[in-house]
C-alpha cells in the first residue's frame, strides 16, 4: 500500500512517500480503506520527537491518528462494524508506528465511530482528535452547564472552532480570542469574538465585566497566565496547551480515544449542531507541504488529507 513514514525524528523533510507493507489485523480491529485523514499538530511533534519521553516509536513511522473511510474487513473478535460501513475514528495506540497517512490501516474498535451522515470523507476525518479534545475538556474536565459562560482561546483552529460549536450546543454563551481577520468567523460559530494579544485582559472584561465561568485555553503561555483573573468566583480552567495550568489551579487536557464521545459528536453533526471547517485539502503525497502549513499556526479550521 501506498503510505507516508519517516525512519527518524526530524522535520517535514524527513518523510517519505512509497510502498509499505499492509498492516496485519488483530482480533479487535477492523482494517479501513482509508478514504481521508486530518492534520493535528501533535503529528508533527510527534515526528519532532517531543513525544518520545512518553510514547515509543517504532520505526519506520507511518505518522497521523485522523481517519474516516469504508471497513474493508473485521477482526475475529469484532461485532461493532462490518465490512462496506463508514467510519471516523482517533486511532491512537500506546506507541506510534501504524497511523493513518496511509491506504490502509488497522483500528482497534474502540477508536472508532460509525461516520456521521452528509459528512464528506475529508470532514469526517477532522473531527475525530480536535473534537474530541474539545469535548472531553468542556465535559469532563470543565464540566460546562446550560447558562454558563465560556471563554475559549483560539477559538478559530481547528479545536477551538468545534469547541465553540459544543459549548453553544449544551446551552454556554461563548467568548472566543481570535486574530481580527477571524471575528467574523468566530461570530458565525456563535461566539463573541475578541482579539487576542496585548491587552487581552481588559477586552474579555468589557464582554464579560462579571468574569466567565470557565476557560478552555488552546494557546498556552500569556493568554494562559491572564486566564485566572477572568474567572467569575468558583470558575474552572483546563488548558490542553500547556501543562503550566496544574500551577494555576486548573486541569491539564490529553484528549483519549472514546467511541462514546466519538458517535456523541457525530450526532451534534447529524443535528447540524457542530460542523468541521476544512481549511485545504491535500494529497497524500503532498503531507510534508500539510505539516508544514499547520506548523504556520494560522490555520483555521482543519487540514485534510485526500487518500482515496
Known amino acids: 500500500m501506498k503510505a507516508i513514514s519517516y525512519r527518524a525524528y526530524g522535520s517535514p523533510d524527513v518523510l517519505e512517500y512509497g510502498e509499505r507493507p499492509m498492516p496485519k489485523l488483530g482480533p479487535d480491529s477492523v482494517l479501513v480503506k482509508v478514504r481521508a485523514a486530518s492534520v493535528n499538530p501533535v503529528d508533527w511533534k510527534v515526528l519532532g520527537g517531543y513525544l518520545d519521553p512518553v510514547l515509543d516509536a517504532v520505526f519506520p513511522v507511518v505518522p497521523g491518528w485522523d481517519v474516516a473511510g469504508v471497513v474493508e474487513r473485521a477482526g475475529a473478535a469484532v461485532t461493532e462494524f462490518a465490512p462496506g460501513d463508514e467510519v471516523v475514528g482517533y486511532v491512537r495506540e500506546d506507541f506510534v508506528s501504524r497511523g493513518t497517512f496511509a491506504e490502509y490501516v ?49 477559538a478559530a483552529g481547528g479545536v477551538g472552532s468545534l469547541a465553540v460549536q459544543i459549548a453553544r450546543a449544551q446551552g454556554a454563551e461563548v467568548v472566543g480570542t481570535a486574530g481580527e481577520h ?69 486541569d491539564y487536557v490529553f484528549v483519549r480515544p472514546d467511541a462514546a464521545d466519538l458517535a456523541a459528536l457525530g450526532g451534534l453533526v447529524e443535528r447540524g449542531e457542530l460542523k468541521v471547517e476544512v481549511a485545504a485539502v491535500y494529497p497524500l503525497e503532498r503531507v510534508a507541504d500539510a505539516f508544514r502549513e499547520s506548523m504556520g499556526g494560522h490555520t483555521r479550521g482543519k487540514i485534510a488529507i485526500k487518500v482515496a
Open 106 to 154: 488497522a483500528a482497534p474498535v474502540r477508536t472508532l465511530a460509525r461516520k456521521p451522515a452528509g459528512t464528506s470523507f475529508e470532514e469526517a476525518a477532522g473531527l475525530p482528535l480536535a473534537g474530541l479534545t474539545a469535548y472531553q475538556a468542556l465535559n469532563r474536565s470543565l464540566k460546562v452547564r446550560a447558562g454558563e459562560k465560556v471563554l475559549v482561546h483560539a
Open 182 to 250: 477571524n471575528h467574523a468567523y468566530v461570530r458565525s460559530l456563535g461566539a463573541t469574538p475578541v482579539t487576542y494579544g496585548e491587552g487581552l485582559a481588559e477586552r474579555v472584561r468589557a464582554v464579560a465585566p462579571d468574569g466567565v465561568d470557565a476557560v478552555l485555553d488552546l494557546v498556552g503561555g500569556e493568554a494562559l497566565q491572564v486566564s485566572p483573573q477572568l474567572l467569575a468566583e468558583g470558575g474552572r480552567l483546563a488548558s490542553v496547551a500547556d501543562g503550566a495550568v496544574t500551577g494555576l489551579g486548573g
